[in-house]
């Protein structure tokens, strides 16, 4: 071996034929990813179906096929227990599974990839990667919405300021603002159903591009993986990259629901907010500052996300404008969905143990909440909507150097206001008297919390 040469028959054993020279020491590192390692189960699995439709269109006799799949299982195994070598001769990990088939059952593994292209083997890996990642997220997701439902129903009545542009608005139950997070993580595991979906289809036996002149039945291989469907057409079978960056999309959007959370949660440990307390363990204290306790996990949740983005970005431009079946551009898919996929597990453990150890004691928000419960009070005497508006607004001076600490308000202010207040609706300010009122359907209400828990219970079971 020299320098800038691997060891003659490098990478021979799959494309080396028309080749004079081994390949560079340059183009090696250059086009070799190890990422696709992960595959590796699932390049075996893919096999195993390969060798059971070969067998049965004819082109491998009983014998050839009790063979290969008798090695396959012996790399599944491996596979399973960790004990694969990888060796550095190994292009990928399809070279890698054929030289080891070699190894174990002798030439017969020379007939493994007959009808068969890496093209339609990568493609089918990784939809079965990404099928068996989906469910485990899936289950990720569940956990994470459990514990969600978990720490509305410790909030019991609290009731803190709901907010919009991050100026206290309308009093809600502490409850009814964490499951709205539990919610938008319904609908992110929806999504990965959704995308698994799409991800049961099975290329393989579309070969390079164009399908084989050997009698090849994609319909038997798709049946040994438990596959709903076969592709329609062999060019988009090897082609399509959509459902690796859709598989991106649900994660990412997770990812971004997430982000949210954990903003919420940085800004509610705040001594500005003290709405939480998190646990010692999962928090971290600064080298310099010896008072500080820093909500680390949630910050690396957003900052997870942010780069998430980043990634799906990247697989979007990689399909963009590629002309179609396969081009190697396609390689760098595979780090970009682990590397989102990777973002979001981590993020839904940290985040879930951070909030499942959290002690929620909000102080109650300010009087100025029940505003609305005002104007609505005069909308029930009649009053119409704009005009109650109007005069409640009037109780809120536009001066800055007005305002108060706590906003207070007696009759004396009501009536001056509007002459349909009458005096007991002082007793209205209270922001737990405004929670209490409400009564519109899936809204800010106590018994809205306990049907949403009810509801959840269900979904997240
Ligand atoms: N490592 C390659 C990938 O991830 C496998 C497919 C290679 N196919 C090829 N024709 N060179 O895309």
Same mark, same amino acid.
């Given at each position: =071996?020299?320098?800038?040469? $691997?060891?003659?028959?490098?990478?021979?054993? =799959? +494309?080396?034929?028309?080749?004079?020279?081994?390949?560079?020491?340059?183009? +090696?590192?250059?086009?070799?990813? @190890?990422?696709?390692?992960?595959? $590796?189960?699932?390049?075996?699995?893919?096999? $195993?179906? @390969?060798?059971? =439709?070969?067998?049965?269109?004819?082109l491998l006799s009983d014998q050839e096929v009790k063979a290969l799949t008798k090695g396959l299982e012996a790399i599944g195994t491996e596979a399973d227990e960790g004990t694969f070598q990888f060796e550095e001769k190994d292009e990928d990990v399809h070279s890698a599974v054929e030289r080891r088939l070699g190894e174990l059952v002798g030439e017969v593994a020379a007939k493994l990839h007959t009808g068969r292209s890496r093209n339609d083997q990568v493609a089918l890996d990784m939809r079965l990667y990404l099928m068996r990642s989906a469910d485990r997220r899936i289950s990720d997701l569940k956990r994470f919405g459990r514990i969600l439902v978990k720490a509305a129903r410790e909030a019991g009545d609290l009731v803190v300021s709901g907010y919009t542009h991050l100026q206290q608005a309308q009093a809600v139950p502490l409850a009814h603002h964490l499951l709205a997070y539990a919610w938008a993580i319904n609908r992110d595991q929806q999504r990965f159903d959704e995308v698994h979906r799409r991800l049961r289809v099975s290329p393989l036996g579309a070969g390079a591009l164009g399908g084989s002149s050997l009698p090849l039945d994609p319909t038997v291989s798709a049946r040994y993986l438990g596959l709903e469907d076969s592709f329609a057409n062999s060019m988009d079978a090897v082609g399509a990259r959509d459902h690796i960056a859709e598989y991106g999309f649900a994660a990412t959007q997770a990812l971004v629901h997430l982000s949210r959370l954990a903003e919420e949660c940085v800004l509610w440990a705040s001594h500005e907010f003290r709405w939480v307390t998190f646990g010692d363990a999962l928090t971290t204290g600064s080298s310099a500052m010896p008072h500080k306790k820093n909500p680390d996990i949630a910050e690396l949740t957003r900052g997870k996300a942010a780069i998430a983005i980043g990634h799906l970005t990247g697989l979007m431009a990689l399909q963009k404008g590629l002309p179609t079946t396969y081009n190697r551009d396609f390689q760098e898919d595979k780090a970009a969905v682990f590397a989102i996929d990777d973002a979001l597990a981590g993020s839904l453990k940290a985040l879930g143990a951070l909030i499942d150890g959290a002690v929620f004691h909000p102080p109650g928000p300010d009087p100025s909440v029940t505003a609305l419960d005002l104007a609505e009070v005069l909308v029930e005497r009649g009053v119409p909507f704009r005009e109650a508006h109007r005069a409640v607004g009037r109780l809120f001076g536009s001066d800055p150097n007005s305002g108060q600490d706590v906003w207070k308000v007696t009759y004396h202010d009501l009536a001056a206001a509007h002459s349909s207040f009458r005096p007991e609706d002082v007793a209205l300010t209270e922001p737990v008297k405004s929670v209490a009122r409400r009564r519109s359907a899936a809204g800010g209400s106590f018994s809205s919390v306990q049907e949403q828990l009810r509801r959840l219970d269900e979904l997240l079971a």
């Amino acid at each position: =071996m020299t320098d800038s040469r $691997l060891d003659e028959g490098r990478g021979a054993q =799959m +494309w080396g034929g028309r080749f004079k020279e081994g390949p560079n020491r340059i183009l +090696w590192d250059f086009t070799v990813d @190890h990422s696709d390692r992960r595959l $590796l189960a699932d390049d075996v699995f893919g096999s $195993l179906a @390969h060798v059971t =439709m070969l067998g049965k269109v004819g082109l491998l006799s009983d014998q050839e096929v009790k063979a290969l799949t008798k090695g396959l299982e012996a790399i599944g195994t491996e596979a399973d227990e960790g004990t694969f070598q990888f060796e550095e001769k190994d292009e990928d990990v399809h070279s890698a599974v054929e030289r080891r088939l070699g190894e174990l059952v002798g030439e017969v593994a020379a007939k493994l990839h007959t009808g068969r292209s890496r093209n339609d083997q990568v493609a089918l890996d990784m939809r079965l990667y990404l099928m068996r990642s989906a469910d485990r997220r899936i289950s990720d997701l569940k956990r994470f919405g459990r514990i969600l439902v978990k720490a509305a129903r410790e909030a019991g009545d609290l009731v803190v300021s709901g907010y919009t542009h991050l100026q206290q608005a309308q009093a809600v139950p502490l409850a009814h603002h964490l499951l709205a997070y539990a919610w938008a993580i319904n609908r992110d595991q929806q999504r990965f159903d959704e995308v698994h979906r799409r991800l049961r289809v099975s290329p393989l036996g579309a070969g390079a591009l164009g399908g084989s002149s050997l009698p090849l039945d994609p319909t038997v291989s798709a049946r040994y993986l438990g596959l709903e469907d076969s592709f329609a057409n062999s060019m988009d079978a090897v082609g399509a990259r959509d459902h690796i960056a859709e598989y991106g999309f649900a994660a990412t959007q997770a990812l971004v629901h997430l982000s949210r959370l954990a903003e919420e949660c940085v800004l509610w440990a705040s001594h500005e907010f003290r709405w939480v307390t998190f646990g010692d363990a999962l928090t971290t204290g600064s080298s310099a500052m010896p008072h500080k306790k820093n909500p680390d996990i949630a910050e690396l949740t957003r900052g997870k996300a942010a780069i998430a983005i980043g990634h799906l970005t990247g697989l979007m431009a990689l399909q963009k404008g590629l002309p179609t079946t396969y081009n190697r551009d396609f390689q760098e898919d595979k780090a970009a969905v682990f590397a989102i996929d990777d973002a979001l597990a981590g993020s839904l453990k940290a985040l879930g143990a951070l909030i499942d150890g959290a002690v929620f004691h909000p102080p109650g928000p300010d009087p100025s909440v029940t505003a609305l419960d005002l104007a609505e009070v005069l909308v029930e005497r009649g009053v119409p909507f704009r005009e109650a508006h109007r005069a409640v607004g009037r109780l809120f001076g536009s001066d800055p150097n007005s305002g108060q600490d706590v906003w207070k308000v007696t009759y004396h202010d009501l009536a001056a206001a509007h002459s349909s207040f009458r005096p007991e609706d002082v007793a209205l300010t209270e922001p737990v008297k405004s929670v209490a009122r409400r009564r519109s359907a899936a809204g800010g209400s106590f018994s809205s919390v306990q049907e949403q828990l009810r509801r959840l219970d269900e979904l997240l079971a």
